[in-house]
């Protein structure tokens, strides 16, 4: 069983920047694949990035490629989603998820523990 809980949501101005966190608790999260994944109202729930504790390799959804950057601070047990150049369509909930797999999955159906996520708001 793993725990995850974002936090750094908030309201910015179109251009802005914003960083979420998520902490990870549990056992064996470091074989897990980390992503985030962002859903707005009457949307699916769209794939952000992807990331593995143990390498650096990233992969991003195409509207953020450019812009949104994802690391690993393994001795915290956390996930950065680094978000620049923010735009409105940038609004929605995001959600950090882990994957039990060693795949770079961008299907959110392949993850098995979401947090409760955190609203991210841009305004023009």
């Known amino acids: 069983q793993l725990y995850l809980a974002e936090s750094g949501g908030g309201m910015v101005q179109a251009g802005g920047s914003l960083t979420l966190s998520c902490v990870v608790s549990g056992r064996g999260f470091g074989g897990y694949t980390m992503g985030w994944f962002r859903q707005a109202p009457g949307k699916e729930r769209e794939f952000v990035a992807v990331?593995?504790?143990?390498?650096?390799?990233?992969y991003f959804g195409d509207s953020v490629k450019g812009r949104f950057t994802i690391s690993t601070e393994n001795d915290k047990n956390t996930v950065h989603l680094q978000m620049n150049s923010l735009k409105p369509e940038d609004s929605a909930v995001y959600y950090c998820?882990?994957?039990?797999?060693?795949?770079?999955?961008?299907?959110?159906?392949?993850?098995?523990?979401w947090g409760q996520g955190t609203q991210v708001t841009v305004s023009s």
């Open positions: 990331i593995r504790w143990t390498r650096a390799i990233a």
């Open positions: 998820a882990a994957a039990q797999t060693t795949a770079y999955s961008n299907n959110p159906r392949e993850y098995n523990y």
